[in-house]
């Protein structure tokens, strides 16, 4: 199909009909599809060498930088995305910001070395400053708007700049300070007026990236399988574990997609901000998870004689968390949650009991436990679903 050079840039319709992700949108997300697989491999290496709570700040601090960047993008492009040949051009060149960024994720898990990853994530967060003030242009009644993203991001990013010469002591906490103005600043842009993003296009969005975790874990867990059948060959406790691994990511793909998150989204726009903040945990958590599967397969092929009890809290925090965020973010949005909260709270406690099982059921029984609690949860909801569905109306 034929592409105009340029569109004047405008806010696009909030109830636009049939408005689903662009090919751009699924291009730009493929790169984020090699950075959440740097890190997540990352956070893997440092559960096998049992150094994952040392590692654990240098992940959450790399991931959100891949997730902020995403989700600006994810964001403006719902509200002003006009496909022309100037948009185009500055996606490709975020793209190329992504890209710089996962190559500096081992540097900065190895040495604390942030210095490409601080170089990508400008390069993404000028390119967005171009596009904030290309609105501020063309968008009148969204120009102060706009204008205070432009401004506000831009501020952000010597922050950045300066943060990467500060020692490395200094980093985590001077981290937070500049991760919170980050977080500010579309809550003060958007004071003079809500950008026109489309409830049902961040929803789909936010599910797609929902899915690029999962596939990330997914790998993470073949790869694991292929660590352990060249150094061990096939045993059971490696099917047994990969098996489980399986359903359980299909298991909170599952329940992740049960909450109607875009007519949560339609009828709730003041609570956007929680609901899209929040998927930080989501994601974060998920691709985590991968890390643990991949260690959890490789320690169950080489037979160990004695349980990790790290390895297997790596599989059931992250699963832990997942659940407890998909209530928590949805509670607010929908008049009632389809996933009941007692189940929630149910599931979780189990998940989180269950590596204390482990001198009985070793890692394979605790990795099968929680998959089997996911499943269950997943069962218990279908079935509230169906007991509702065959209730009679009293109104």
Do not use: C
Request: aromatic fraction near 10%.
């Amino acid at each position: 199909m034929s592409i105009a050079f340029r569109i004047p840039m405008s806010g696009r319709s909030t109830d636009e009909e049939h408005r689903v992700s662009s090919s751009l949108e699924l291009l730009f997300d493929l790169t984020f599809v090699v950075a959440v697989a740097q890190v997540s491999a990352q956070l893997a290496h440092a559960s096998e060498q049992g150094q994952i709570l040392e590692k654990l700040g240098p992940y959450l601090m790399v991931f959100f930088a891949i997730w902020w960047a995403w989700m600006n993008f994810t964001w403006f492009a719902s509200a002003y995305d006009t496909d022309d040949v100037p948009y185009r051009l500055m996606t490709l060149l975020q793209m190329g910001g992504v890209l710089v960024l996962a190559a500096g994720v081992p540097s900065a898990f190895e040495h604390q070395e942030f210095t490409a990853i601080i170089i990508g994530y400008v390069i993404m967060r000028l390119a967005m400053v171009g596009q904030w003030v290309r609105a501020a242009v063309e968008h009148p009644d969204g120009r102060a708007t706009a204008r205070r993203y432009a401004i506000g991001i831009a501020a952000v990013q010597v922050l950045w700049v300066a943060w990467g010469f500060l020692p490395v002591e200094l980093k985590q906490w001077t981290f937070l300070l500049a991760a919170l103005l980050e977080l500010l600043v579309p809550v003060w842009a958007e004071r003079p007026g809500m950008t026109s993003w489309h409830p049902h296009h961040i929803a789909e969005r936010y599910g797609l990236f929902t899915i690029i975790v999962l596939g990330e874990s997914v790998s993470a867990s073949a790869i694991g399988v292929q660590s352990g059948l060249a150094a061990h060959g096939v045993s059971p406790a490696l099917v047994l574990i990969a098996a489980a691994g399986l359903v359980l990511l299909f298991a909170l793909w599952w329940l992740y997609f049960l909450e109607p998150a875009g007519e949560g989204l339609q009828s709730n726009r003041g609570r956007s901000f929680y609901w899209g903040y929040g998927h930080y945990f989501v994601f974060a958590s998920l691709a985590a998870l991968g890390a643990g599967l991949e260690v959890a397969v490789q320690r169950g092929a080489a037979h160990a004689a004695v349980s990790d009890t790290a390895v297997e809290y790596a599989i059931a925090v992250p699963v832990a968390v997942f659940l407890l965020m998909l209530y928590v973010l949805h509670a607010p949005l929908v008049p009632e949650v389809v996933i009941r909260p007692l189940k929630t709270g149910i599931a979780v406690l189990l998940v989180l009991l269950a590596p204390l099982a482990s001198p009985v059921i070793g890692l394979v029984g605790v990795t099968i436990a929680i998959a089997l609690v996911a499943a269950a949860l997943v069962a218990a909801t279908l079935i509230d679903r169906v007991v509702e569905a065959r209730r009679p109306d009293t109104d």
